[in-house]
């Protein structure tokens, strides 16, 4: 009773920020299932995107003038002071829309076009918005064949490669529905744009400093200490998120049975953490009951000679049970990052075939010894049960491996290979 009330507890602390994802129920056209539905909650609920009527038209098109204000709403800039006048020509001063795009030709985050217009209800294209945002971002050395790997990387513009290496890099894209694709020319859908904002949002310690109104202060270093072999075991602190550094290890428990030789690559997977994962120093960074995502990579089938099955998982995502989302790039914390059978389960297949051939052994050596000379069965037992026993221990160490297993609730360590950002 004290761990639902706790729970309860924190879901009404988180959603000071985050609105839970079923409290969005109430928007029209974006069905709890809707692929981007968390995110639309989150910027709903903070005021970043708005709604018409009970409607958010997830599939409509982003204008220029509606990124901008829902950028300035990130970025913590919606109330800054203008002091300077807009140049563009489609820009009358006595509309709604004259303050917004003020602040953002004062910040430098939008630009017009080389005619002196600014356009602000055509369509933001996605490399369009990719470009903003790797505008205001910090720099940092790309690689840009990262964009290689994408189907369609011919169709990047080459002013845009760098643009995307960067972006990608920081985790802040979408590319919804082929994770394959990056469609640098289509236009950005309110979705999309959703997606955007939120990750940027919860990228803020990424954004330079003269673009935002909100300065981030590290309040302190705490610790989480699952095992003395992690890598790291920080977690800074500050006023805007929680950053559980690279290498930190976490303990999660499969969220139903899985079994190596029922799964492919490509499966999804998911996990789940029994109790709160807490610092040492009492700070809650997942609460009990979040669904950890993730996709198997690969699955290698047991091979000759005992050597078990291996399934390589890589975890990406958390979603707590308010709705809140952490991006999250983990995997297995073992050899390799791959889970398997252990040494002891390995064992226990070498001593069935050793009995097993016992067994067999000993049978074999009765019936030969009977036969002939009744008085002789215990000769052929002495005989025979070691042979059996020789022969089941060998065949026990040259057949196949065992498949991989884990029963629901089985718990395993993951390891960090990048800071979680959980935003406040």
């Not at 919804?176 to 020319?185: M, W």
């Not at 059996?388 to 884990?406: D, E, F, K, Q, R």
Request: net charge negative; proline share 4%.
């Amino acid at each position: 009773m004290k761990k639902l009330l706790a729970s309860l507890l924190v879901c009404g602390m988180l959603s000071v920020n985050v609105m839970p994802a079923f409290a969005y129920a109430g928007i029209a056209d974006v069905s709890e299932n809707y692929w981007a539905q968390t995110e639309i909650s989150s910027v709903v609920s903070d005021s970043v995107m708005t709604l018409t009527g009970d409607n958010f038209n997830p599939e409509g098109q982003m204008s220029r003038v509606e990124f901008v204000k829902a950028l300035l709403k990130v970025l913590g800039n919606e109330n800054l002071e203008v002091n300077s006048k807009v140049k563009f020509s489609d820009v009358k001063k006595s509309s709604d829309i004259y303050a917004p795009i003020a602040r953002s030709q004062q910040l430098g985050l939008v630009y017009g076009y080389p005619d002196g217009t600014f356009k602000p209800d055509r369509a933001v294209l996605r490399d369009e918005a990719q470009s903003v945002i790797s505008h205001i971002t910090i720099d940092a050395p790309v690689d840009a064949s990262v964009v290689s790997k994408y189907s369609d990387a011919a169709k990047v513009p080459a002013w845009a490669k760098n643009v995307y290496a960067k972006t990608l890099s920081y985790g802040i894209y979408v590319n919804h529905p082929d994770e394959n694709e990056l469609r640098p020319t289509d236009e950005l859908t309110r979705a999309e744009a959703a997606v955007l904002l939120y990750r940027l949002r919860q990228r803020l310690d990424l954004v330079k400093n003269q673009y935002k109104n909100q300065a981030e202060t590290v309040l302190g270093t705490e610790h989480l200490s699952v095992t003395k072999k992690a890598e790291c075991n920080e977690v800074v602190v500050t006023n805007l998120r929680n950053i559980v550094k690279e290498g930190n290890v976490l303990e999660v428990a499969f969220s139903e049975q899985f079994k190596s030789k029922l799964h492919a690559a490509g499966d999804g997977v998911t996990f789940t953490n029994p109790e709160d994962i807490v610092t040492d120093e009492g700070t809650l960074l997942f609460p009990a009951g979040s669904t950890f995502y993730g996709n198997v990579i690969d699955i290698k089938d047991p091979q000759w000679f005992n050597k078990n099955a291996r399934v390589y998982v890589q975890l990406n995502k958390v979603v707590t049970p308010c709705g809140k989302t952490v991006d999250l790039n983990a995997k297995p914390f073992y050899k390799d990052y791959a889970l398997k059978e252990g040494p002891w389960m390995t064992a226990g297949k070498v001593a069935l075939y050793t009995v097993g051939g016992s067994a067999v052994g000993t049978g074999a050596g009765v019936g030969f010894s009977f036969i002939p000379d009744p008085d002789k069965v215990g000769t052929g037992i002495a005989i025979g049960t070691p042979v059996g026993a020789g022969v089941g221990l060998i065949t026990g160490l040259v057949t196949p491996g065992l498949n991989y297993s884990a029963k629901e609730g089985e718990e395993i360590q993951v390891i960090l290979l990048d800071d979680a950002s959980i935003a406040k």
